[in-house]
């Protein structure tokens, strides 16, 4: 099946590296406009030249999604751009390792400012454009931890689990407006962050993958290996997109099976 979303705008939060990246692909092989944001001018040209798409359909902007007047001016310059916004993928962010032990205040503060307000200024601010869409769509990168929470990431979990529950009163305030709100939960995915792991911990030049098949077994997932980036954006863009134009509210899992809820 073939999704035509020529004219169409699509915007990805984090959208210079892993998941966004491949989500901003895949919106730009279905003919969409694209805007990507991130804080690091670098990776964010660097993510401009790797999508390699003609500059009138795609913008990058540089911008922290927990600075509302950055993120007030992405919506305007996006709005400048392609006129509108259609689909919001609110990606961007990053876990945080810890247990309550080692947790501070300020932790916990930091932890549930990033989960929620990565959320809550793109969607505001992207609000009134989405008002006028005719397919309108927020998708969120969540994690598997909002339901199975784990003691080491006990920050990132007890904030995966507010975003759950936030986005499902957002789905229904939004529904008359026609906006459809709906999440991933991410099990494991190939990152950076893995990578920098297998850096650190892979012994006598074990490769990235046999490491990882080992760290999948060890978490016992069921697909026995980590994600990729693709697979996680190919949830986001039935998402996202009117392939799933009567589903609202929802969770879809990508987490190879790790998810034990029924
Ligand atoms: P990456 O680290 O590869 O990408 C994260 C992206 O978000 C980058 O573009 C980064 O750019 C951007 N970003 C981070 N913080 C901010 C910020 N404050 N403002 C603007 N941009 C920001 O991560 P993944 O692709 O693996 O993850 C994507 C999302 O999925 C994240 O929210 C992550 O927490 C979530 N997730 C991932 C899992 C996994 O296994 N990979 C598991 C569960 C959830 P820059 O640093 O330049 O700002």
Partial sequence: MKVDLTGKTAVVTGGSSGIGLATARLFLDAGANVAICGRDSDRLASAMEDL??????????????????????????????FGGTDILVNNAGQARVANFA???DDDWRDEFELKLFSV?????????????????????SNALLARQPEPH??????????????LRSLATEFAPKGIRVNSILIGMIESGQLHRRHKAQAKNGESFDDWSRALARIREIPL???????????????????LSSYTTGATLDVSGGLNRNV
């Avoid at 809550?120 to 969120?140: G, M």
């Avoid at 990431?153 to 936030?166: D, G, K, Q, Y």
């Avoid at 026995?224 to 009117?242: H, K, N």
């Fill in 52 to 81: 390699g798409a003609d500059e009138a359909r795609l913008m990058s902007f540089q911008c922290d999604v927990l600075n509302k007047e950055q993120v007030n001016g992405f919506a305007r310059a996006v709005e400048e751009k």
């Fill in 153 to 166: 990431l006990v920050l990132t979990s007890s904030a995966r689990a507010a975003i759950l529950n936030m």
């Fill in 224 to 242: 026995g290996r980590v994600g990729l980036s693709e697979e996680a954006a190919q949830a986001i863009f039935f998402l996202g997109s009117p």
């Fill in 102 to 104: 080692e947790a501070s």
């Fill in 120 to 140: 809550i200024y793109p969607t505001r601010a992207f609000l009134p454009l989405l008002e006028k869409s005719d397919i309108p769509s927020i998708v969120c």
